[in-house]
Structure formats: C-alpha cells, structure tokens
C-alpha cells in the first residue's frame, strides 16, 4: 500500500525556488511538503561544472533571511559553495523536504489536490511547482546531427575541461552557458564556438546585482529590458577568454560525420560538438494548458487555468529575475501571499 498523506501545500522541487518557496510558507504559519527528486540538496547547482563561478558576488546571491557566506580566496564562489549554502538554509529554516521524491502527476479534477509520486500519494489544497528547467534539455533539430561521428553532448552533460585537452571542441549556443563553457575550454581545447548571432556580452559591470535592478525597474515600466544591453553575463573567465582571443563564428547549416558544415563548403573536423542550446521549463507533471508559449498566469505566479498553482523560478515570466538566487525570494513572497488569501 503507497502512503497517503494530507498538506495544506505541496512544493515540487527543493532548489533555490522551493527553498525560497518554504521560507515563506514557514513564516506564514502554513503547513506544508517540498518534494525533490534528487536524492541530495543543492538542485541543478549539485550538477553543474567545477570551473562554473557565479555571478555575482555572496552578498548579491542569497536568497531570504539567511545571507549566502564568503567562500575563502574568492569574490566569486563555485557551485559546490552554493550547494553548501543551499543545504544549510534547508537545515536552518528546518525545511520539510522529501527526497528522493518524483511526482509523476497531479490530478486538478477534485476539490483538493492529488499529487502522485513515486513513493505514495500527497493531497494538497495548493501547489507550487519549483522544478526549474535542469531535467529538459533541449537540442534543436540540425540537420545531420545523427551521423555526426564524434561525441556530442549537452550542457547538462558538461561537468568540466577533464578529457578535452587537445581536442577540437564546437561550442554551439550564444547565451551564458555556452560562453562560459567556451571560456572554460579555451585554454585547453581548440574552440570554435558558433552562434545564431553575434554573441552579445552585458557590459562588464552587470553583475547579478544590477540584473536584478533592471529587471525591477523593467516591472514598473522604467529603463531598458536585460535583453535591450546584451545576453551574457561577463563573468571573470569569459572575459578573460574574451581578452585572450575567443569570438564566435555563425552558426553551421548541417553536421557531417566528420564535423560542422557551413553553406560556402567549409568543413571543420572536431571531436566534441556541446549543444549549449538551453533548457525548457520542467512542468509536464502539473498538465497546465499552455496556447501557443508560456503557462498563462495572473498575479506574477498564479495559474489563470488552476489558481491552486502557483508556478516558480522559471524565468521573467514568473517574476522578474525569478530564475536568480538574488530574484527569487520576492517572487516567492508574492506567491505565498497569493496562496494564503486562497487558504483564509
Ligand atoms: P533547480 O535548481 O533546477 O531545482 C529544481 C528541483 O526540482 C531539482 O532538485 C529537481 O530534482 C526537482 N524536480 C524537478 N522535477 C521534479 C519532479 N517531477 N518531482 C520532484 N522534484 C522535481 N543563477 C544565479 O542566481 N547566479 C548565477 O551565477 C547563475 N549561474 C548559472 C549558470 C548556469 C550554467 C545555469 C544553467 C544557471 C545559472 N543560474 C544562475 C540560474 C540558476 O542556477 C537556475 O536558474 C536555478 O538553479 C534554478 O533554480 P530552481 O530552484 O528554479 O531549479
């Protein structure tokens, strides 16, 4: 027999969102379960690569009540430190968190909430799906891509230069991983990074912090959209790849098995092509209609479709800078509130 249990609000996901998620809940009194599936804490961070820093500095990277600490002999810390600081806010706040947990489905026909996973059946009054976009990758369709001889992998799949020395490495894709996972290899790979367009850096002051402020200004209709200055962050190993040298080229037509082709007839052989091609929103188990793009919300993160659920983390869609450490604590604040007028 799987286990029933009764919340008044199921938060899927223990990343930077749900913690923030249940810091709130906490403070409004609610009684409340964070269901992670992966079996430590940390969320993506746990995942990412050993050369990947933050960017932004401690004190513009830490999520509610509890301020992110120093990592010793750096301004920037690595992402093991983040998921230190992130399994202590759990420990600190005395989060409920339940892992390994999956929720594999919601059913929205009843009054309540059914939540299933993999270990026993939860049933909710709201929910809050915190699940990020790590568990989607996404690869575009190019042509050739199945014949293509060497190693491809994704982003998801980098974890760092070890086994790249001397390689011909394709770094495809001009957002911020791309250019910090072509700025990391760069002194030990021969790097041809390729994107649709010319990559846009942000100028070299625009920190975490600062994002943050546009896109808070952005909220009342005041100065430029992030999108406006540029698309990466220039953190301190992309410009120091920028400066000795990297650049981008356009993006290839196909994929031979030997490497990249581009329509004049150039062929580049590599080893290694790394899709840096991003990632989509992990919402498949909450079964929300989305016509034609996003999830349509209310509120900053209330579901119009199911106004149990609220949605968290997932980009400006979901609340301005919502996907940052610094961003998500207000937007988590929001959807708290939104969801105690629903439970009074
Ligand atoms: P996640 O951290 O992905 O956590 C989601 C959790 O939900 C995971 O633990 C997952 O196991 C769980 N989950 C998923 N599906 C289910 C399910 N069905 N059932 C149960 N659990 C589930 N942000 C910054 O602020 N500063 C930075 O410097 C920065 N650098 C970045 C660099 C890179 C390369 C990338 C990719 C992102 C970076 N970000 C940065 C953004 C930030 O790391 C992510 O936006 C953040 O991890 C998202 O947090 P989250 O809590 O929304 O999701």
Redesign the pocket.
């Known amino acids: 027999m799987t286990p029933v249990r009764h919340t008044q609000v199921v938060v899927?996901?223990?990343?930077?969102?749900?913690l923030a998620a249940g810091y709130h809940l906490r403070r409004a009194g609610l009684d409340f379960a964070i269901?992670?599936?992966?079996a430590a804490p940390g969320?993506?961070?746990q995942h990412?690569w050993d050369g990947?820093?933050?960017?932004?500095p401690p004190a513009h990277?830490s999520l509610p009540g509890r301020p992110m600490p120093q990592q010793s002999g750096t301004e920037y810390p690595d992402a093991a430190h983040v998921v230190n600081y992130l399994s202590g806010y759990e420990k600190r706040y005395d989060l409920p968190v339940h892992r390994p947990?999956?929720?594999?489905g919601v059913d929205r026909s009843d009054e309540r909430l059914t939540v299933r996973?993999d270990s026993g059946t939860w049933h909710s009054q709201a929910l809050v799906m915190?699940?990020?976009?790590?568990?989607r990758p996404f690869v575009p369709a190019v042509p050739g891509r199945a014949g293509f001889t060497g190693r491809q992998l994704h982003?998801h799949g980098y974890r760092g230069t070890s086994g790249f020395a001397g390689q011909r490495v394709v770094v495809v894709g001009g957002g911020?991983?791309g250019a910090?996972i072509a700025a990391d290899l760069h002194a030990v790979a021969t790097v041809r990074w390729v994107t649709r367009r010319p990559p846009r850096l942000l100028p070299d002051a625009i920190d975490?912090r600062a994002l943050f402020e546009i896109a808070t200004r952005r909220v009342q209709d005041d100065g430029p959209r992030i999108s406006d200055l540029g698309d990466i962050v220039a953190t301190a190993p992309v410009r120091a790849a920028r400066d000795a040298g990297l650049t981008a080229r356009p993006m290839f037509d196909r994929l031979t098995p030997a490497g990249p082709a581009w329509a004049d007839g150039t062929v580049w052989p590599a080893d290694t092509v790394i899709w840096c091609t991003g990632?989509r929103p992990?919402l498949a188990?909450v079964g929300l209609r989305r016509p034609g793009g996003h999830i349509p919300l209310e509120g900053g993160t209330r579901s119009i479709e199911d106004p149990r659920i609220h949605l968290?983390?997932?980009g400006d869609w979901t609340g301005p800078a919502s996907?940052?450490?610094?961003?998500?604590g207000r937007t988590a604040r929001t959807a708290v509130t939104g969801i105690t007028d629903l439970l009074h």
């Open positions: 899927v996901g223990a990343g930077q969102a749900g269901l992670d599936a992966n969320g993506a961070w990412y990947l820093r933050i960017f932004s990277s947990v999956r929720v594999h996973t915190a699940t990020g976009s790590w568990g982003t911020n991983s910090q975490g990632f992990d188990p968290l983390g997932y996907a940052t450490l610094i961003g998500v």
